[in-house]
C-alpha cells in the first residue's frame, strides 16, 4: 500500500544520507592530517585561516573595498592541514572577485618566523592545489593592474545564458535571473568559476562533468542599467536525469546538486528566485516529472518547503483558502498524488509534507486540544509509526514507542511552524 510506498522511500533516504555522511568524513579525513604543533610554538605566528582568510565581491580593490569583506565557511577545503595558517605574524590573505567571478589572490604579512621553525609551505601553492583555481580558466591572478582589466573587460561584455523569467526587484536593486548550457569554451569556464566558489560554502564540493549534456545551471544577477553594471551573486546547478519510474509523457527528472548565494546578498529571497524558476522551467519543458535535490541542507530544506507551501496554496492544490480537503488517516491518496505531481513537479514525498503543513496552518497550533490539531497529531504519529517502524519495533515496551513517536513529531511540528511562519510572510508581501 501506500504506507510501505513511503516507508521504503524514507529508508532509502536514509541510506543515501548515511552512505553521503561517510563519504564526506571519509572526504575530511584525507583532506585534514593531523600535525604535532609544538606548545612553545610562538602564537603570533599560529594564525586562525577563519581570521586570515576575506573574501571580497565588490569588484573594487583598495581601501574603498574594505566594506564588503566577507568570511567563507569551509576554509581548510583550501588550506587543508588544519584551521591555522603556520610561520607567518599577522597574515592576511584576500580573495578578490570580478562581477563574474574571476579572482585575485594578495597576500600580506609582517613577518616569517625563523628559519628551522615549523612553518606552511607558500600559501599560494596551497591556493593553486585547491579548487579555487578553476579547472578550464586562466590561473587567478595576483596582480592588480590584470584585475582591473578583466573588470573593464567584463563590464563591455553581455551577460551569459538566455533570461529566464521576469527580472525582480529587492529594495529597490534590480535583478534577473539567468539560464545556461555549458557547451562553448566560454561558457565552461564561466561554470569552473562558479562551481570554484562552492569550495568556501559547501562541504565536500566536487566538479562537473562538461561532457555531460544533462547539466544546466541558472544564475542570477544584480542589474544596474544606468551604470552598465552587473554582479553573479548565486547559482543553481541542475542535473537532468532518466525518470526511473519510465513515465512516458515525463521521462526526466531535474535533481539540484549545488546552490550558493554569496554572503553579501543572503536573506534577501535569492535562492527563493531561483528554485521557484527551476519548477517554472520543468514545467516549460513539459516532459519532467519532478524537481528533487541532492542531500540538501537544511536551509535549503526550508527554503523548498515554504517555496512549495506557498505555491500550492496560491493553486489551491488541497482545497479552498479556508478549508482544505481531509484525507482518510491523513494520508494524500495515489491518484491525487500522481495529479499533484503532474501540476506542481513536486516529489510525491514533498507533497504528503506539504499537505500536512498546510493542515497546521489552518489549525489553531497554539491550542493543543483543537479537534483538528489532534486529528492531524494522531494522523502524522500514525505515518511517523509505519515510516520507524523497524527501529520503533527495537524498543523495549509500549510507553518507549509512545514516548519516541512524541519526540519525533515534535520536531517535525517544529518544523512545520518555522516553514509557515515564513510562508505567510512571503504570502503578504505577494
Request: aromatic share 10%; charged share 30%; glycine share 4%.
Amino acid at each position: 500500500g501506500l504506507g510501505e510506498l513511503l516507508r521504503q522511500a524514507m529508508q532509502s533516504v536514509a541510506a543515501e544520507k548515511q552512505q553521503q555522511e561517510q563519504q564526506n568524513e571519509e572526504a575530511e579525513d584525507n583532506i585534514r592530517p593531523n600535525r604535532e604543533v609544538p606548545e612553545d610554538y610562538p602564537p603570533e605566528y599560529r594564525i586562525q585561516t577563519v581570521e586570515a582568510v576575506k573574501l571580497n565581491y565588490s569588484g573594487l580593490v583598495g581601501s574603498e573595498s574594505k566594506f564588503a569583506e566577507c568570511e567563507s565557511e569551509f576554509q581548510h577545503q583550501v588550506f587543508p592541514a588544519d584551521d591555522y595558517i603556520l610561520g607567518y605574524r599577522n597574515i592576511q590573505v584576500n580573495f578578490f572577485y570580478t562581477p563574474m567571478w574571476r579572482v585575485m589572490v594578495n597576500i600580506q604579512h609582517s613577518g616569517e618566523i625563523e628559519a628551522g621553525k615549523l612553518k606552511d609551505v607558500d600559501a599560494l601553492s596551497q591556493i593553486r592545489k585547491s579548487q579555487v583555481k578553476p579547472l578550464k580558466e586562466e590561473d587567478f591572478t595576483t596582480n592588480e593592474a590584470t584585475f582591473r582589466k578583466w573588470l573593464a573587460e567584463e563590464r563591455q561584455e553581455p551577460l551569459p545564458g538566455e533570461i529566464l523569467g521576469e527580472p525582480y526587484n529587492v529594495n529597490g536593486r534590480n535583478f534577473e535571473i539567468r539560464k545556461h548550457k555549458p557547451k562553448t569554451e566560454k561558457d565552461q569556464m564561466y561554470l569552473c568559476r562558479l562551481e570554484s566558489m562552492s569550495l568556501w560554502f559547501i562541504e565536500a564540493s566536487s566538479w562537473t562533468s562538461f561532457e555531460d549534456d544533462n547539466f544546466h545551471f541558472i544564475t542570477v544577477h544584480e542589474v544596474d542599467t544606468k551604470q552598465n553594471t552587473h554582479i553573479t551573486i548565486g547559482y543553481l546547478l541542475v542535473y537532468r536525469f532518466t525518470n526511473p519510474f519510465k513515465n512516458k509523457e515525463k521521462p526526466y527528472i531535474y535533481r539540484v546538486c549545488q546552490t550558493i548565494v554569496i554572503p553579501p546578498y543572503r536573506k534577501q529571497g535569492h535562492g527563493y528566485r531561483m528554485l521557484e524558476a527551476t519548477y517554472k522551467d520543468a514545467m516549460d519543458a513539459g516532459n519532467v516529472l519532478e524537481v528533487n535535490s541532492e542531500d540538501p541542507c537544511l536551509g535549503f530544506i526550508i527554503l523548498r518547503d515554504v517555496l512549495d507551501v506557498v505555491r500550492c496554496l496560491v493553486l489551491n492544490v488541497f482545497g479552498g483558502k479556508e478549508e482544505i480537503k481531509y484525507y482518510e488517516n491523513g494520508i494524500v491518496p495515489y491518484d491525487k498524488l500522481v495529479e499533484i505531481q503532474n501540476n506542481t513537479e513536486m516529489t510525491v514525498k514533498q507533497i504528503q509534507k506539504v499537505y500536512e503543513i498546510i493542515r497546521l496552518l489552518k489549525c489553531n497550533s497554539e491550542k493543543p486540544e483543537d479537534e483538528n490539531v489532534k486529528k492531524l497529531r494522531l494522523d502524522m504519529k500514525r505515518r511517523l509509526r509505519v515510516e520507524h517502524g523497524e527501529d520503533l519495533d527495537a524498543l523495549a515496551d509500549a510507553s518507549q514507542i509512545k514516548e519516541q513517536l512524541q519526540l519525533l513529531y515534535g520536531d517535525i511540528e517544529e518544523h512545520y511552524k518555522v516553514v509557515i511562519e515564513k510562508a505567510n510572510t512571503v504570502i503578504a508581501k505577494q
